[in-house]
């Protein structure tokens, strides 16, 4: 009789079933030992130390964002994009108002700044000068377009125009020119230009050169008989460096100390005799 192998007491034979369940069992055992070991290591890490990562990516952003703006421009080479050099910004053309345009766009009872008013010749100041006074009419009331009717010495009193209240008139075109010349000349001087004489009479041109002889004109021959030559006080322009500056800036207002009135000149010597040369030239 064959012999059958002992069982030990209490085991029985494992169905296929239960050798199945016992192996997932076995099979799922190490995942929770490693979940269990880990969880340890987890609850060693304290709460605030999560933002640290984060803290340092936003760091590393705002450095970048800073970075860039400073290095494109800094350099002059074209720089490629993943290496160190730096991309130069565009040649941009100047924007905005130039100097010239500021100065002249000033208003008429203000004065741009000093240190932008110096940046345009002297030169340019005087035209902007000029040309502001014509535009708001250095004496209100004459109309620079008006011409008077009449013969040397005995014009109409329309079309003649008062010098700034000296007593001393001058035809209207070359009145209102004068009067610009006269604000520059402020501005400079501080105190307007001194007028002796003006228009003159064909009468008062009589007497005038059976007084001064050769140094008057021949009666109905003057400029000042057209109401287109004035004479200066010797305040106005005695000295180099005013005679210099009327030199310089009355022929930018259309006025002039005729060449025959300057020293070596084909007439007497007359610094103070100042002519309106359009005016003159017009009727030579």
């Known amino acids: 009789m064959e012999q059958q192998d002992s069982l030990v007491p209490g085991d029985a034979p494992l169905s296929r079933r239960a050798l199945r369940e016992a192996a997932e069992r076995e099979a799922r055992r190490p995942n929770r030992s490693r979940r269990a070991a880990a969880a340890p290591a987890r609850a060693a890490v304290a709460p605030g130390h999560r933002w640290i990562p984060r803290a340092a990516i936003l760091t590393s952003l705002a450095v970048a964002t800073i970075a860039v703006p400073?290095?494109?421009?800094?350099g002059s080479g074209a720089g490629t994009p993943g290496t160190s050099e730096v991309v130069a910004a565009p040649d941009v053309a100047p924007v905005g108002p130039s100097t010239l345009s500021i100065v002249s766009?000033?208003?008429?009872?203000e004065a741009p700044p000093a240190s932008v008013a110096q940046a345009v010749s002297a030169e340019e100041r005087t035209v902007l000068a000029a040309s502001r006074a014509v535009e708001r009419s250095p004496l209100p009331g004459c109309d620079s377009s008006a011409k008077p009717q009449g013969?040397?010495?005995?014009?109409?009193?329309?079309?003649?125009?008062?010098?700034?209240?000296?007593?001393?008139?001058?035809?209207?075109?070359?009145?209102?020119?004068?009067?610009?010349?006269?604000?520059?000349?402020?501005?400079?001087?501080g105190?307007?230009?001194?007028?002796?004489?003006?228009?003159?009479?064909?009468?008062?041109?009589?007497?005038?050169?059976?007084?001064?002889?050769?140094?008057?004109?021949?009666?109905?021959k003057s400029e000042h008989g057209w109401g287109l030559a004035v004479d200066l006080c010797a305040s106005t322009y005695q000295g180099t460096a005013?005679?210099?500056?009327?030199?310089?800036?009355?022929?930018l207002f259309g006025w002039d100390n005729p060449a025959w009135a300057r020293p070596g000149g084909s007439g007497a010597t007359e610094p103070w005799h100042w002519e309106f040369t359009e005016g003159v030239e017009a009727h030579s």
């Not at 400073?70 to 800094?74: E, R, Y």
């Not at 766009?105 to 009872?109: I, L, N, P, R």
């Not at 079309?159 to 610009?180: F, I």
């Not at 307007?192 to 007497?207: P, V, W």
């Open 105 to 109: 766009s000033a208003g008429v009872e």
């Open 70 to 74: 400073l290095t494109a421009g800094a």
């Open 242 to 251: 005013k005679t210099q500056w009327l030199r310089t800036n009355a022929p």
């Open 191 to 220: 105190s307007n230009m001194c007028i002796t004489d003006g228009y003159r009479s064909l009468s008062s041109q009589y007497t005038l050169k059976s007084t001064k002889g050769g140094l008057a004109a021949t009666p109905g």
């Open 151 to 189: 013969t040397n010495g005995k014009l109409s009193t329309e079309g003649l125009c008062e010098l700034w209240g000296t007593g001393n008139y001058a035809r209207a075109d070359a009145a209102v020119a004068l009067a610009a010349l006269n604000e520059a000349y402020v501005q400079k001087y």
